[in-house]
Nanobody, 114 residues
Framework: QVQLVESGGGLVQAGGSLRLSCAIS????????MGWYRQAPGKEREFVAL???????NYADSVKGRLTISRANAKNTVYLEMNSLKPEDTAVYYC????????WGQGTQVTVSS
C-alpha cells in the first residue's frame, strides 16, 4: 500500500517562507508524476505544482516564481519550497503521486497571516 505523509505546514506571516515535505513509501522513482494541490476553505482543490520522473516541473500561474517543487530520490521525498507567501496561499496542501492510480496524502495546513 502506497502511503504519502506531508509535513512542514504551519502559521507564517505574509512574506514569510515554509518548506513542505512529502514522504512516500517505496521508491519515488517508480512514480510517473508527483506534485501538490491545495484547498482553501469553501473552494475546490486546485493544482499547485508537479514534478515528472525525468525532473521537469510545472506550476500554477498563481505560484510561479514563489514556490519551487523538488525531489530527493534517496530520501523518497518531494518538497515544496514556499517563499513570499501571501494570505491567499492559506489552504490545506495535499501531496499526490501517480502510478497506475493517483495516491494522496492526508494534507498539511498552511496559514498565512496578513
Amino acid at each position: 500500500q502506497v502511503q504519502l505523509v506531508e509535513s512542514g505546514g504551519g502559521l507564517v506571516q505574509a512574506g514569510g517562507s515554509l518548506r513542505l515535505s512529502c514522504a512516500i513509501s517505496g521508491s519515488i522513482s517508480d512514480f510517473n508524476v508527483m506534485g501538490w494541490y491545495r484547498q482553501a476553505p469553501g473552494k475546490e482543490r486546485e493544482f499547485v505544482a508537479l514534478i515528472m520522473r525525468g525532473g521537469s516541473t510545472n506550476y500554477a500561474d498563481s505560484v510561479k516564481g514563489r514556490l519551487t517543487i523538488s525531489r530527493a530520490n534517496a530520501k523518497n521525498t518531494v518538497y515544496l519550497e514556499m517563499n513570499s507567501l501571501k494570505p491567499e496561499d492559506t489552504a490545506v496542501y495535499y501531496c499526490y503521486a501517480d502510478l497506475v492510480q493517483r495516491y494522496w496524502g492526508q494534507g498539511t495546513q498552511v496559514t498565512v497571516s496578513s
